[in-house]
């Protein structure tokens, strides 16, 4: 699912707002026996949330992509050092990303605006207490056995990506905040802007005034900001009218009942989020790190590029299961579900054929190594697979999400995970000495593959109709006026 940058609508509202025109089409208007034309409504539907999701995860994410590329080419040890600092510690600073989620449930448009309020100040402690992963990373790296060279860099590294780091916590909240209402449009024009001046300033720091892996860094930092102050200008400054009245200090209310409501969304992402940072961290101890590093971290930056599609889906999922289940038509739902998985398969079929076309090739966005490029070559059919794999996971989780399975979930992604694949890896890399190729097989097939086959039974054998009971039961407890907000 969504990556520190990932990264994903998981808690989408569970009633239909007045705003959303785009899914008041039923699908029972639609004859039963014209397919055709029913999966054709459904696309429509599907990609009115899809494709402004796509497009806008797929400019942030190239933001971090273009910054790897760039050192990539200073060196291999400054493409090791910026892939394990953006990787591994922006996938800590990222786990919190859903503490805004459940607001966009609510009823009362007029509180949405106190809603994430409330989650920029509860993302901005989480900030705070994640500053010193930050400022040791270096001697954490060499704790647990990564060279001192490598350490040493990524601890530079990730000092300048402090900026970064706090502008997820006012991002992610108005990104879910504006997508909750449909206002998906002003997100792609900010993104496309955010990555046109990251690329100008990226070139000028790089190229103009060379301050090599820093500059990369701050013009990532730069970015970053700008995607954050122009959705907040456009919220602030009319926008937003029914939602947005300005700074109030009901925000700093219920702060502790803001986290609990999101806990189980948190452990689901958080999971599965940290089952590959966990597999870069253990690559890094093997011997020649930096290269195995520098091909696995290419592989991964090819990997979430690309499931930014299936990330679209999974929001869009989300969405529409959520929105047929509150409605109470579950049938509804379950077709939402079979037009979204196979659009998403379809999709990755082509990249799966893609990658294995031009296996020996792809890594050359990133590096000129021959050594790195030989590496990654190896690994081309774990990535195909890996591809291919996540062309259907997220949708099933987004099922998962619309369902309100949030804490199944979390369970089924620690034992897939943490139980069967982990520890598979380590027997296949440690034990059999398969290195990379063995740590990452293992992994994919028992954690990624067993999930995906456990969400596919979930998601086959369930009551539809008693879903849609369980949703209005829902719908009910999040509608019910709250007197002091009203107050």
């Known amino acids: 699912m969504e990556s520190s940058n990932g990264n994903q609508e998981i808690n989408q509202p569970l009633?239909?707002?007045p705003s959303q025109p785009s899914t008041e089409v039923r699908?029972?208007?639609?004859?039963?026996?014209?397919?055709?034309?029913?999966?054709?409504?459904?696309?429509?539907?599907?990609?009115?949330i899809v494709g402004p999701a796509i497009f806008s995860r797929v400019a942030s994410y190239s933001m971090t992509v273009v910054a790897q590329a760039f050192a990539g080419h200073l060196g291999d040890l400054e493409l090791a050092a910026f892939s394990i600092a953006n990787t591994v510690i922006l996938g800590m600073a990222s786990a919190l990303e859903t503490l805004c989620g459940q607001a966009f449930g609510a009823k009362r448009l007029h509180m949405l605006g106190v809603y994430v309020q409330r989650s920029w100040i509860v993302l901005s402690i989480c900030s705070i207490i994640l500053l010193p992963i930050y400022i040791w990373s270096g001697s954490i790296?060499?704790?647990?056995?990564?060279?001192?060279?490598i350490a040493e860099e990524t601890e530079v590294v990730s000092l300048w990506l402090i900026p970064q780091h706090f502008s997820f916590a006012f991002h992610f909240p108005l990104q879910r905040y504006l997508q909750s209402q449909l206002k998906t449009q002003v997100i792609v024009w900010v993104s496309l802007a955010a990555f046109a001046v990251h690329i100008l300033l990226t070139l000028l720091l790089v190229y103009v005034i060379p301050l090599g892996i820093v500059g990369i860094v701050v013009a990532l930092d730069v970015g970053w900001w700008v995607l954050v102050l122009g959705l907040f200008?456009?919220?602030?400054?009319?926008?937003c009218p029914e939602t947005w009245s300005g700074f109030s200090l009901q925000a700093f209310s219920e702060l502790w009942e803001f986290v609990k409501l999101s806990a189980s969304s948190g452990v689901m992402l958080c999971l599965e989020n940290w089952y590959y940072r966990i597999l870069v961290l253990m690559i890094g101890t093997l011997s020649n790190a930096e290269i195995a590093v520098d091909a696995l971290s290419i592989c991964m930056t090819i990997n979430g590029w690309e499931m930014m599609i299936p990330f679209g889906f999974f929001a869009a999922t989300g969405v529409r299961v959520a929105n047929e289940l509150?409605?109470?038509?579950?049938?509804?739902?379950?077709?939402?579900?079979?037009?979204?998985?196979?659009?998403?398969?379809?999709?990755?079929?082509?990249?799966?054929?893609?990658?294995?076309?031009?296996?020996?090739?792809?890594?050359?966005?990133?590096?000129?190594?021959?050594?790195?490029?030989?590496?990654?070559?190896k690994l081309a059919v774990l990535l195909a697979f890996s591809i291919l794999l996540n062309s259907i996971q997220p949708v099933l989780s987004g099922v998962a999400v619309g369902s309100g399975w949030q804490s199944w979930v979390a369970y089924i992604n620690l034992f897939c995970y943490y139980?069967?694949?982990?520890?598979?890896?380590?027997?296949?890399?440690?034990?059999?000495?398969?290195?990379?190729?063995?740590?990452?097989?293992?992994?994919?097939?028992?954690?990624t593959f067993l999930q995906t086959v456990i969400l596919c039974i979930l998601t086959a054998r369930s009551n539809w109709d008693k879903e849609a009971e369980n949703a209005q039961k829902r719908v009910r407890k999040w509608t019910t006026p709250n007197p002091e907000d009203e107050t």
Do not use: C
């Open 15 to 17: 009633i239909e707002q």
């Open 27 to 48: 699908l029972k208007d639609v004859s039963t026996d014209d397919l055709k034309g029913r999966v054709w409504v459904e696309t429509k539907k599907l990609w009115h």
């Open 141 to 149: 790296l060499k704790l647990i056995g990564f060279p001192t060279d």
């Open 233 to 239: 200008a456009y919220t602030a400054f009319g926008g």
């Open 326 to 377: 509150g409605a109470g038509n579950g049938k509804g739902a379950k077709f939402a579900t079979k037009v979204s998985v196979m659009q998403s398969t379809i999709i990755g079929l082509f990249f799966f054929v893609l990658i294995l076309i031009f296996h020996d090739k792809y890594a050359l966005i990133f590096t000129s190594s021959s050594a790195v490029l030989k590496e990654a070559d």
């Open 419 to 447: 139980i069967i694949g982990l520890p598979l890896g380590i027997v296949m890399g440690w034990v059999f000495h398969t290195g990379v190729m063995g740590i990452w097989a293992g992994m994919i097939f028992g954690g």
